[in-house]
Each structure stands twice: as C-alpha cells, then as structure tokens.
C-alpha cells in the first residue's frame, strides 16, 4: 500500500492520568475531539478508540496502549493516532522503544506535534523530537547536578541523610560539624594514611570505643565511605 493511496486503518488512543479528569470526561472528550477531526482531514479510517483513563505515563504497561500495539501486531491496524505524543509517553526511552519494536511497519501521527511517520519527513521530526526531549532531560539533569554541588560546597543540606559527621543547623538548612564524629572521621583517615586496611580500622574504632550512628559493629564499606 503507498502513502494515501488509500485509507489507513487507525486506533486513536487517548490517555488522561488522573480519575479524576477522567471522571470529568473534558481532556477525553477533547483528545477524541482532535483525533476524530484529524482522522477526518486525512482520510484516516478510525477502527477503534481505545482509552487508558487514570493510567501514567511513566510505564508503558497500560491496557489500553497493549491492547492498541497487540492491534497493530496482528494487523488489525496499520497506526495509532495521538492528540499529543505525551498522551502515548513522556519517556525518550520508551518512545526509543515504541519506535523500533512497533512504528517500523505501523505508522505513528501526533496531531499537535504534526507527525506522520508514513513520510519520511514525519520520521525526521519524530527523530528530532525524540533527540531535543532527550537533550533538554541531560541539560536539566546537569543544571540540577551543578546546583546541588554548589549549595553543597556552601555547607548547605540538599536532603536525604545527614553525612557522618555532620548535623543540622537549628534553621535546618545548613550542616555543621559534629564534634564527636568529626573525631571518629579523624581517627579513620589517620588510620587509612598510616596503611590499615578497612577491615583492621574497623575494628580499631570499636577498640577505641567509637559506634556508627547505628549502634551496630562498623563495616569496612562504612569505613571506606569516612575515608574517602
């Protein structure tokens, strides 16, 4: 079959993540608006409408979208139609996935992106796509990375647990030093720089009286972690 020979088999698969939108029927009723309208303009034969309310986008284990790909598998379709390419994932690498596992064959179209991958330009933009969202999660990544550093390096706290060593300043936003473990700290690098292994400067520390925070024997991986 060419492309728009003639009409293309198509699922239109919506997805709203909350009950609660779907309860209220809006954002379904506008995706399957959109869908029908575009199906419509480009002669598209709308063979089902499948539906995954309340369902996240963060796996792609949903019933509706297995039962959407099981239809394009057994060639009951030809593509699935999206309002949105966030409805089908928000994950580059699940899209990475969904590409080479399903759309080789089947087509994927996005009507608010414009992405048709029956063309080989609507192949182009989906690729474009996909890299853009990938670099913008790196960038993100690094900026947040960069930031935590920063405030780190300034002694301030950037959650989880408190390092050894350390304690939460009254206001709760900054680490200061906690003497008494600043003193085990101590007593573990001078060990480590005159050549104990990890094992034996576990057990100089319980000689000496010192505890982890957890009352428990030291283990060389604590110990590795305070010399480091």
């Known amino acids: ?11 239109a698969y919506l997805r709203v993540s909350t009950d609660k939108q779907a309860d209220h029927g809006v954002s379904l009723d506008a995706q399957r608006a959109k869908a029908e309208a575009y199906a419509s303009l480009y ?8 539906v995954d309310a ?8 949903r019933p ?23 409805r089908l994932t928000r994950s580059v690498r699940d899209l990475d996935t969904l590409i080479h ?7 994927l179209l996005s009507v608010a ?23 913008e999660r790196e960038a993100i990544g690094e900026r947040t990375s ?9 002694g301030e706290y950037i959650g989880g647990r408190v390092p050894y060593g350390y304690r939460l300043a009254p206001c709760g936003a900054l680490l200061v030093e906690e003497e008494g473990e600043q003193e085990v700290l ?3 690098r001078d060990a480590r720089h005159a050549g104990l292994s990890l094992r034996a400067i576990a057990r100089e520390l319980a000689a000496r009286g010192f505890a982890p925070r957890s009352g428990k024997a030291w283990s060389p991986n604590q110990v590795r972690r305070m010399v480091a």
Request: aromatic share 4%; hydrophobic share 45%; charged share 25%.
């Open 186 to 188: 101590s007593a573990a």
């Open 146 to 154: 960069e930031a935590m550093k920063h405030k780190q390096s300034r």
């Open 113 to 135: 992106e414009q992405i048709d991958t029956r063309s080989a330009a609507g192949r182009l933009v989906l690729n474009v796509l996909a890299s853009v969202s990938q670099w």
């Open 64 to 86: 509706g979208l297995q039962k959407a790909l099981g239809m394009l598998k057994s060639g009951e379709a030809e593509a699935v139609l999206v309002a949105k390419l966030d």
């Open 1 to 11: 079959m060419k492309y728009n020979e003639c009409m293309t088999r198509c699922i």
């Open 101 to 107: 596992r399903h759309f080789r064959k089947a087509a």
């Open 43 to 50: 002669d598209l034969e709308l063979v089902a409408v499948i």
């Open 54 to 61: 309340g369902a996240s986008a963060k796996t792609l284990d």
